[in-house]
């Protein structure tokens, strides 16, 4: 019986032990591992507003020509009719564009750190993605460029 005793004894004591002894074996355990730079928070990709209203919208997202335009027919990326996530309030009846809220969907699509990967930009970009509204330009046309002039600080 008095085996038995010491033996539960000496457990108790181990087992008290063993987050001291175990601490040392945890701090040395794995080294630092460097994941690279930290990625960009998603609130700060916000390019400049105003190029927004004087440039992306009417020569990127509704430009006069319908057949290149993101909002003219229905179907495709405004509010009230559109598809996808993308979508845009397009004026009705004279009222003035919401640039507030177009701004604020526009840049969820957007890739500071990569412009040119900018879902906005491959969607509609020709030979990229499959884009419902098909190719609306290429790499080198003005709007493509209108798009990337964007990101130049």
């Given at each position: 019986?008095?085996?038995?005793?010491?033996?539960?004894?000496?457990?108790?004591?181990?087992?008290?032990?063993?987050?001291?002894?175990a601490a040392p074996l945890c701090l040395a355990g794995c080294p630092?591992?460097?994941?690279?730079?930290?990625?960009?928070?998603?609130?700060?990709?916000?390019?400049?507003?105003?190029?927004?209203?004087?440039?992306?919208?009417?020569?990127?997202?509704?430009?006069?020509?319908?057949?290149?335009?993101?909002?003219?027919?229905?179907?495709?990326?405004?509010?009230?009719?559109?598809?996808s996530g993308f979508r845009v309030s397009v004026p009705t009846g004279g009222e003035p564009v919401d640039?507030?809220?177009?701004?604020?969907?526009?840049?969820?699509?957007?890739?500071?750190?990569?412009?040119?990967?900018?879902?906005?930009?491959?969607?509609?970009?020709?030979?990229?993605?499959?884009?419902?509204?098909?190719?609306?330009?290429?790499?080198?046309?003005?709007?493509?460029?209108?798009?990337?002039?964007?990101?130049?600080?």
């Amino acid at each position: 019986m008095r085996s038995i005793f010491l033996l539960w004894r000496f457990l108790g004591r181990a087992l008290a032990l063993a987050p001291v002894l175990a601490a040392p074996l945890c701090l040395a355990g794995c080294p630092t591992v460097d994941l690279g730079d930290n990625p960009p928070d998603p609130g700060i990709c916000q390019p400049d507003r105003g190029y927004f209203e004087d440039v992306i919208w009417p020569q990127f997202i509704a430009p006069s020509n319908p057949d290149d335009s993101c909002v003219d027919a229905p179907g495709c990326h405004r509010v009230n009719d559109g598809r996808s996530g993308f979508r845009v309030s397009v004026p009705t009846g004279g009222e003035p564009v919401d640039f507030d809220g177009n701004y604020d969907s526009v840049v969820f699509f957007l890739n500071c750190s990569d412009p040119s990967s900018s879902r906005l930009f491959t969607k509609p970009l020709a030979g990229v993605q499959d884009h419902a509204g098909g190719d609306l330009f290429g790499r080198g046309d003005a709007s493509a460029q209108a798009f990337l002039q964007w990101f130049t600080p």
